[in-house]
């Protein structure tokens, strides 16, 4: 068989049921860590389901925002970003003959980090506080994430007589070009919320990071 001129038939295949089905969506394929939705990297048509079949019985899960996308596949790699209306997905696996998988999104997320100043004898080893705003420094702006409860990680400080510890989240981005995910990076959601990064670990799928919540 042609396994090339398979992958145009399914792939048009696709695109002909989106534009029945589907709506405008936009797709963007990042080269920076900055602003990774800057710039459209192609207009398509697209549609959105939990099931593989594409039986739109019901909307993505609660607890489980990983949902199959219909559009052409012709040009998708893992790692694109797709919005359609008002909502945003990342492809997290993008396979001949299949629907990719798309991983529903609800924040935008910016990584800092701080640089090792020796002279810095008030941090051992150089590095700032996750409090110590001012010594971060942005490695990564403006991406879609999911962040939900989940196995998360604690942030070391000081334990208080009746505190109350902060529960666990992780997160799920696409991988982000140039830059590896580090545990002591910090994540902001732009909504108010601040995590600390405990672990990481880079797939063909994308990054999952388990997070601590800062609670100062």
């Not at 145009?8 to 920076?32: D, K, M, N, S």
């Not at 002279?119 to 490695?139: E, H, I, K, L």
């Not at 990064?197 to 997070?211: E, K």
Request: net charge neutral.
């Amino acid at each position: 068989m042609d396994h090339k001129a398979l992958c145009h038939l399914a792939a048009r295949g696709f695109a002909v049921a989106a534009t029945r089905l589907g709506a405008p969506a936009t797709q963007y394929r990042p080269t920076t860590p900055a602003s990774p939705c800057a710039t459209p990297h192609a207009r398509v048509m697209a549609a959105f389901n939990n099931d593989r079949a594409f039986g739109f019985a019901g909307p993505a899960l609660w607890d489980v925002p990983f949902v199959f996308a219909l559009l052409d596949t012709a040009d998708v790699r893992a790692g694109d970003i797709v919005t359609c209306g008002a909502e945003t997905y990342f492809i997290a696996r993008a396979e001949p003959f299949r629907p990719p998988l798309c991983v529903l999104c609800n924040a935008v997320v910016t990584l800092s980090t701080t640089m090792a100043v020796a002279a810095d004898v008030a941090a051992p080893g150089g590095y700032a506080t996750s409090g110590d705003v001012s010594a971060q420094t942005a490695v990564a702006t403006f991406w879609p994430a999911l962040i939900r409860p989940g196995s998360g990680a604690g942030v070391p400080g000081p334990v208080q007589p009746g505190g109350i510890h902060t529960g666990g989240y992780e997160m799920f981005l696409p991988a982000i070009p140039t830059l590896s995910v580090q545990p002591a990076m910090w994540v902001d959601d732009g909504a108010g919320s601040r995590y600390t990064i405990g672990g990481a670990r880079a797939s063909p799928w994308g990054v999952r990071c388990q997070l601590g919540r800062q609670q100062v």
